[in-house]
């Protein structure tokens, strides 16, 4: 019986979704042995996965339901959070089943639905079922398809579900990605489609609302009024990797800034939700989203670079060019920093930067907020010659937590002021472990809970801003030439600092 007591909002208790079948398409790959295999076993190592749970892999692969057991339980060792307990990955075991196929085969999509039902029959599964598509963008529609055709994505139980979880790249661009949304349309409704965007699973990235909305303290001073600028920057020290045939074309804006930055972009700029929940969230976002205006001089306000060879952590790396797979001549960018306004009342004239690339000094994503100085200063000018702005920075990674800069006195006898850092740190506050990203976010589709995941209305809004400018760079290869090169383990190109010298400001290091 439900307690009449218990808020129904109240998510302080652990909750534990009703039994299901979790289906992972493309169960071979990267991203299902490094990110969703662990997720599975540290879910159920916390307790977190209802007795009658299934995991369900299918791949090209020809292994048979041994051979997969043994592959995904190192992936589960290797990747796992939490500690490891062999009888926990045992019962998992007991409950998981490998179907070999190609995405073509009527026949394999044939068998699993049949298998699906056995399931239910034999481990009680209600008939529920959610379907990861952990595979490679172009086999999206064959696989929808087969999912309509063989009717497994409906839910055949009253009260039972059918959900699915799509991975980035959510298109290529606006066209693309409508084109996308139109095809999971017709197999799933709005409320079964869950968009993975993993910076919204991390503990950082929520804090910024708990941050904002929990406090009286920042939400007065969270304007134009008092805010002068605000940065978002995802730097990796790492380049492509073995990456590059998905790299190539693609680029850092359409792979970084479409989807994470302007996530944490519209959590910053976003009013106070009505509700915390999916859709009061979502409506707060999409306005923000919409109400993003590109600066009219665009060219000067969207920079982009590609990594030269160069020094990093005492290693010689080499360039872009260089990397394997990559074309000759390639103008695909490494490094993206755009400059984008809020219009509204809010937000008027404040200037939003965000920033991504790979290879620069290090890995790091934070939310920069600096705030205007203070109007008058009544000490004398040497006083106060190291004194910067005011600054509240959300560090997402590493070294989770957050920082504020803040002027104070020097000890002694003069009255110097010169900046200090107060530091919250997410390790030190709390003697429990930040779940990943991807355990949080698998736990919230099984409960069907969807306030972090961006729908369409949101998708479709970032290409919109995006679009202009990959065409304004694709303009500027046919016409001037490819991005400007960078050193590796240096902070992006010259142009990114020219950027912001022409506003009077200078990119925070972090
Ligand atoms: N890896 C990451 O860290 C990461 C991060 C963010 C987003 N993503 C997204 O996640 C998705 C998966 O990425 P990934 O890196 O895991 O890719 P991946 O390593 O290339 O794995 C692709 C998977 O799909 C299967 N597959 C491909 N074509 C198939 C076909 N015709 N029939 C049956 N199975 C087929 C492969 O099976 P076989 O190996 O058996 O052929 C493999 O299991 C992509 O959409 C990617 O953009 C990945």
Redesign the pocket.
């Known amino acids: 019986m439900t307690n009449p007591l218990r808020d129904p909002r109240d998510r302080r208790l652990p909750r534990v979704p009703g039994p299901c079948a979790l289906v992972v398409?493309?169960?071979?790959?990267?991203?299902?042995?490094?990110?969703l295999i662990p997720a599975v076993y540290d879910l159920a190592n916390r307790g977190l996965l209802p007795p009658g749970f299934v995991l369900l892999g299918?791949?090209?692969?020809?292994?048979g339901d041994g051979d997969f057991e043994q592959i995904a339980k190192e992936a589960a060792k290797k990747g796992a959070r939490t500690g490891w307990r062999e009888e926990v990955w045992h019962r998992i075991a007991e409950a998981t089943k490998f179907l070999?196929?190609?995405?073509?085969?009527d026949d394999?999509f044939d068998q699993l639905a049949q298998l699906l039902k056995d399931l239910d029959e034999s481990h009680g599964t209600d008939g529920n079922a959610a379907f990861y598509?952990?595979?490679?963008?172009n086999?999206?529609p064959?696989?929808l398809k087969q999912m309509e055709r063989t009717g497994m994505a409906d839910n055949e139980q009253t009260n039972s579900w059918r959900r699915v979880v799509?991975?980035?790249?959510f298109g290529h661009d606006l066209a693309s990605a409508i084109e996308l949304n139109r095809l999971v349309d017709e197999v799933f409704t709005a409320d079964d489609v869950f968009r993975?965007d993993?910076y919204l699973g991390k503990e950082t990235v929520q804090n910024l609302l708990a941050l904002r909305f929990a406090n009286e303290l920042f939400e007065p001073i969270w304007n134009s009024h008092h805010i002068d600028s605000v940065q978002i920057t995802m730097a990796e020290d790492v380049g492509i990797e073995s990456?590059a045939g998905?790299y190539e074309g693609t680029g850092a804006a359409r792979d970084v800034l479409q989807n994470h930055l302007l996530q944490l972009l519209a959590l910053t700029a976003m009013d106070e939700p009505v509700h915390f929940d999916a859709a009061a969230l979502r409506a707060e976002k999409i306005k923000v989203l919409n109400a993003v205006c590109l600066p009219k001089e665009l060219a000067a306000y969207a920079v982009r670079g590609q990594y030269d060879q160069g020094w990093l952590a005492g290693e010689r790396v080499k360039g872009y060019q260089a990397e394997e797979g990559v074309k000759p001549q390639s103008t695909t960018e490494t490094f993206a920093a755009i400059r984008l306004d809020v219009e509204t009342r809010r937000w008027a004239g404040v200037p939003f930067y965000l920033r991504t690339g790979k290879r620069l000094p290090r890995r790091v994503t934070e939310i920069g907020i600096v705030f205007k100085k203070a109007p008058h200063l009544p000490f004398a000018q040497n006083d106060t010659e190291e004194l910067g702005a005011n600054q509240l920075v959300v560090r997402v990674q590493p070294d989770e937590g957050v920082t504020l800069r803040f002027g104070s006195k020097v000890p002694g006898t003069t009255m110097e002021v010169r900046d200090v850092a107060m530091d919250f740190l997410y390790g030190e506050a709390f003697t429990e472990n930040s779940p990943e990203a991807y355990e949080r976010l698998l736990l919230d589709v099984l409960l069907g809970d969807a306030a972090l995941f961006p729908r369409n209305e949101e998708v479709e809004a970032s290409w919109r801003i995006i679009d202009p400018i990959e065409a304004l760079w694709t303009h500027q290869d046919e016409h001037h030439g490819g991005p400007e090169l960078y050193r590796a383990g240096e902070w992006g190109p010259r142009g990114a600092d020219e950027m912001l010298a022409r506003d009077g400001r200078a990119w925070r290091r972090p």
């Open positions: 398409f493309g169960v071979t790959g990267d991203l299902a042995r490094k990110k299918f791949a090209r692969r020809d292994w070999p196929g190609s995405f073509d085969d394999a598509l952990s595979i490679p963008p086999a999206f064959t696989v799509v991975e980035k790249p993975i993993h990456r998905f």
